[in-house]
């Protein structure tokens, strides 16, 4: 593998583009709450991962188990067949991260080229830490409670399950952060997991203080607003694939409050937005 796609190097350019990481989601899933089913074949797979390296992706993270809420557990061995083949294809044109929670899934996929695993789990499961410090990868580790078959729903939490939301979730990351250390990984990014274990007031008030997150992780932060039920703030009725301008939105906030990462859908849209923004920024300092 070489520089050009590690993930230093890759955020380095990043930053130095547009200031901010753009990954792209290849869901290679049956049941994915917004692209289920829409890249399940090879050459379906293929082809998305050729758009969104064509439309501006930094990285590309390839999941083959789906994290919406109620989502069953799938096992190595399918998520393997899923994604395996996408991974190789993929780390020939970009920064590869595989979505799993399975030290298995992860060793097979940074041998086949991934050089990221994103573990939507705050590392239920301390192997996977082992995986990512063996290989010299990055971990993106998500600030979660419990599995994806407990979460009640999208964006249903009890409202008194948080005192501080940044100080909780900055607590109960940091604990994971310092396991994975532990273990030897180097290269750590904190996800504050918008939507996991959170309700919609939750998740928007963590995006709110994004820029508290990102002065108190110690790490870069990653924002995965994308098309997440709790955008229905502000339009109650919009599915998925109609809350694209609430996403955009999202992305330009958690982008000028500091984050490194913005794990998104959409990445043409999303790239204009923050582009121009960057322009606009720049002509009005001149």
Not at 199 to 223: C, F, H, K
Not at 232 to 260: M, W, Y
Request: proline share 3%; glycine share 8%; with cysteine.
């Amino acid at each position: 593998m070489t520089e050009r796609y590690e993930w230093t190097s890759v955020m380095t350019r990043a930053r130095e583009r547009r200031g901010v990481a753009l990954m792209g989601v290849c869901n290679v899933t049956p049941d994915s709450f917004s692209d289920g089913g829409a890249y399940l074949s090879a050459a379906e797979a293929r082809a998305r991962v050729d758009a969104l390296v064509d439309e501006g992706a930094d990285i590309v993270d390839v999941g083959g188990e789906s994290t919406r809420p109620g989502a069953r557990p799938v096992s190595d061995d399918e998520q393997l067949a899923r994604v395996l083949g996408v991974v190789r294809y993929a780390s020939q044109r970009v920064l590869v991260s595989v979505d799993t929670t399975s030290p298995g899934v992860a060793d097979a996929c940074l041998q086949a080229g991934a050089r990221a695993v994103n573990d939507v789990s705050c590392l239920r499961n301390a192997a996977l830490a082992d995986v990512c410090a063996r290989h010299g990868a990055a971990l993106v580790l998500m600030h979660a409670r419990g599995t994806q078959q407990q979460m009640a729903g999208f964006s249903t939490y009890a409202d008194d399950a948080y005192g501080d939301m940044v100080a909780t979730v900055l607590s109960e990351w940091t604990a994971a952060a310092n396991a994975a250390r532990a273990r030897g990984v180097t290269t750590l990014v904190m996800d504050p997991g918008l939507g996991f274990a959170k309700n919609a007031r939750q998740s928007a008030d963590l995006l709110r203080r994004t820029a508290e997150l990102v002065a108190g992780a110690g790490v870069p932060v990653a924002i995965g607003a994308s098309r997440k039920s709790f955008l229905k703030i502000v339009d109650p009725d919009a599915a998925p694939l109609e809350r694209i301008g609430a996403s955009l939105a999202a992305a330009l906030f958690a982008a000028g409050a500091g984050a490194s990462v913005l794990r998104v859908h959409d990445v043409r849209a999303t790239r204009q937005a923050v582009d121009l923004s960057r322009s606009m920024s720049r002509v009005a300092d001149d």
